[in-house]
């Protein structure tokens, strides 16, 4: 039997509306003791998915453990892409646990849940497995997380991997907002973005875009 493609999008792949964004415990107390990636790379890639999420309009949950006897506040990298947007504090370290996040997780009724945070063995690990548990699809941004040890991360994702979330990177997430770069309304947007934290190819971005003019479409 002969398959037939089409010029469509897969329907795994993420798109700016069907899904809910939680961004877990990005604190100093917690990046204090996270060994598995480096600050300056956790809180370039946080700053990568907080603008990309908020620069395409999805649906956005910010939450923090013990954030004022504790952990501290969360990074000023996601809470600048979301001015005036309430931090929903917790004392569950597992955030599905927490009945004000679930409460409005169900407000914004998406069906796919991705993840990035700190820890990812405890924090992570935590919403990942009890989202699926019910029913959820359930995107976990790898290096957009980090743990006490590479061995410890490592072995978070592959756990969650083996449930059934499925892993990306920040840029990744980024561009498959976009994903086409016909899309004009988006397009200064996301090199923007590139530009400002998207590394080595922001840089070739800026290189290309500088020397040439060149651009993606």
Not at 97 to 103: G, L
Request: aromatic fraction near 8%.
């Amino acid at each position: 039997m002969s398959i037939k493609a089409t010029p469509t999008a897969g329907a795994k792949l993420l798109t700016p509306t069907d899904h809910t964004l939680v961004m877990i415990d990005f604190q100093s107390q917690m990046a204090f003791a996270t060994h598995s990636i480096d600050a300056v790379n956790l809180r370039n890639n946080a700053a990568l998915v907080a603008q990309a999420a908020a620069g395409f309009g999805v649906s956005t949950i910010l939450t923090t453990v013990a954030e004022k006897s504790f952990s501290g506040p969360m990074f000023s990298e996601i809470t600048d892409a979301f001015p005036g947007q309430k931090m929903l504090d917790r004392t569950s370290m597992n955030t599905w646990e927490d009945a004000a996040v679930i409460e409005r997780v169900n407000q914004i009724g998406k069906p796919r849940i991705v993840l990035a945070g700190l820890w990812t063995s405890v924090c992570i690990v935590g919403p990942a497995l009890s989202a699926l548990d019910q029913g959820f699809e359930v995107y976990v941004i790898a290096d957009a997380c980090g743990d006490v040890s590479a061995e410890a991360h490592n072995r978070a994702m592959e756990r969650m991997v083996q449930a059934g979330a499925q892993p990306m990177t920040s840029l990744q997430y980024l561009l498959e907002l976009q994903r086409d770069w016909a899309r004009g309304d988006t397009y200064e947007l996301t090199t923007g973005i590139a530009k400002k934290v998207g590394g080595a190819y922001g840089l070739g971005v800026t290189y290309a875009k500088t020397m040439f003019g060149a651009h993606e479409g």
